[in-house]
């Protein structure tokens, strides 16, 4: 009989085989195909460049969203608060990891509850989408949120990981009448995502008519969950069940401008693969609103906020060298700089 992990013990193996192993997908984001076109006479200062956004009423300082990595454990506790003083420090968003394991153990919760440290960022909520196939209500929705004072709720969505894991809940039917109803009896923005194997224009549609707030295409080209499975797999057949699945998914520049084109009145978080501030400004020039970044803040995460801050100023003043180096003075003017694929 394959044994079943208990949840906070898998939550413990994901963050352990992040910073242990290599679990990077097959497939590069697509972003390495796009080039800016280089202005030699911006007709800017440096300091004049404005990386300011504002998302669901929240002004960011930099548009920059902490992806949904972890919780339910002291460690991640522990990286929850540096990744939240370090994002209330620069001025850029977050969310946390699933909080299923604290609803169904609510003395887990404090490793989820950042609010004390990040009074002033635009912090969103997560559930797996699948739970509202399993018992999960609008009610479950709401005190997530309540939980930690969110300001939004990601429900994320993982179909090939569930089904790569022995514990798998795998019941996708009639998912999308629920995340509708949850869309639309929740009072703060919803938000939906993949985990790392992209959105495609067909899910962005059936998404935009079920009235999500934003989506985060979560493309394929960073951390493969496959690979994090196969890296926990309990048996050998599990572990060759996942690592066929090493290349799949959409790269994160197709999936966003797949999306883009096919619901371009809703806002789009582009993740999955984003390394450097020149990644960010090329998502944002390909009609993101917010770059995610998980993978390259982790392990700053575990040392401390200061280590934390450094990362995400220095994406910081990469995002700001590329707008100056295309004259663009403020993100508007960043979306019309030239980009062109090669």
Known sequence: MTKVTPLSERKSDHIRINLEADVRSGLTTGLERYR??????????????????????HVLQVPLLISSMTGGTPEAQRVN?????????????????????????PERAASFQVRRWAPDILLFANLGAVQLNYGYTVDHCRRAVDMIEADG????????????????????AGLLKKIEAVCRALEVPV?????GWGISA??????????????????????SWSQVEMHRA????????????????????????QVKQAVPHLPVFASGGLRTGVDLAKVLALGADLGGFAGPLLRPAT????????ELR???????????????ANLAALRQAPLKRV
């Open 314 to 328: 220095l994406l910081e003043a990469q995002l700001r060298v590329t707008m100056f180096s295309v004259a663009a």
């Open 36 to 57: 800016f076109e280089h202005q030699a006479l911006p007709e800017l200062n440096l300091e004049d460049v404005d990386t300011r956004i504002s998302v669901f009423g």
């Open 202 to 223: 067909r899910v962005a549609r059936m998404l935009a008519d079920a009235g999500v707030a934003a989506i985060d295409v979560a493309g394929a080209g960073g951390t």
């Open 153 to 172: 709720l990601i429900l994320h969505l993982n179909p090939l990981q569930e089904a790569l894991q022995p514990e798998g809940e795998t019941r996708f």
């Open 191 to 195: 938000v939906v995502k993949e985990v």
């Open 303 to 310: 040392l401390s906020t200061e280590a934390v801050v450094r």
């Open 81 to 105: 608060r540096h990744l939240a003083e370090a994002a209330q420090e620069v001025g850029v968003a977050m969310g946390v990891g699933s909080q299923r394991v604290a609803l169904e153990h």
């Open 234 to 257: 309990p048996t050998e057949w599990h572990r060759r069940l996942a690592e066929v699945f090493v290349d799949w998914g959409i790269p994160t520049a197709e999936s966003l401008v």
